[in-house]
């Protein structure tokens, strides 16, 4: 099976700019979730979805928000880009929703640098 | 929030070596999982422990979970320079989102 793609894996952008990060799931996981990872806050949940609906948010202004297509790919969107939303954006997988129940499969990240 | 911390933040070791690394939270829990992440890359998952377990095995590692201590800890027996890595601890809270700690970071040198 095919591990979790996240795409582009790289980005530069400028400061007031939006993103939009896309993750594809590994076969038959239907939970997504994303996380921020940066030096200072460490690993950040930001948002999970489960067959479309979001099931958890964390605690980031509505600047973030997220998507989950009926094949259930994942977007996640930063509007307004600031400096410190410079981070490694991970997407995971699991086989069913309810946050850490079961084991996540992450992807290899995307490095956003906002400058 | 963090929930988990882990402890050490770093380890040194040299290869054939056991490292232990700890993990403290702060509030009940379904399961505590730990992951290994190589030099800012993803995560990979180790091992899952659910709390009605006490202790686990996978391979060279060894997880232990002590609910009353809010506790667990991760022993990877003889090591080797690949597991270089930083080692997360991460909780489930009833089914809400896994929160990670900091993690520690593991320097196996040969």
């Known amino acids: 099976k095919a591990g979790v793609t996240q795409t582009p894996r790289y980005l530069i952008k400028t400061r007031g700019q939006q993103v939009t990060l896309s993750c594809s799931p590994i076969s038959g996981h239907r939970s997504v979730s994303w996380y921020q990872q940066t030096p200072g806050q460490g690993l950040q949940f930001l948002f999970e979805y489960f067959s479309e609906t979001q099931r958890n948010k964390g605690n980031f202004p509505g600047r973030f928000s997220g998507r989950q297509f009926s094949n259930s790919r994942s977007e996640m969107n930063v509007s307004t880009l600031e400096l410190g939303d410079s981070a490694l954006y991970l997407c995971?997988?699991?086989?069913?929703?309810?946050?850490?129940?079961?084991?996540?499969?992450f992807g290899p990240g995307t490095r956003l640098t906002v400058t | 929030s963090q929930q988990g911390e882990e402890d050490p933040q770093a380890l040194s070791i040299q290869e054939g070596e056991n490292a232990t690394m700890n993990c403290s939270y702060k509030t009940s829990i379904n399961n505590l999982q730990w992951y290994r992440q190589n030099s800012g890359r993803g995560l990979v998952h180790l091992i899952l422990i659910r709390s009605n377990e006490r202790e686990k095995h996978s391979g060279r590692l060894r997880v232990t979970l002590d609910t009353s201590k809010k506790s667990s800890s991760l022993l990877i027996t003889a090591s080797r320079a690949a597991d270089t890595a930083s080692y997360f601890c991460?909780?489930?809270?009833?089914?809400?989102?896994?929160?990670f700690g900091k993690g520690t970071t593991l320097s196996v040198s040969s």
């Open positions: 991460a909780t489930d809270q009833a089914g809400t989102a896994l929160i």
């Open positions: 995971a997988s699991s086989l069913a929703g309810g946050g850490g129940q079961y084991e996540q499969y």
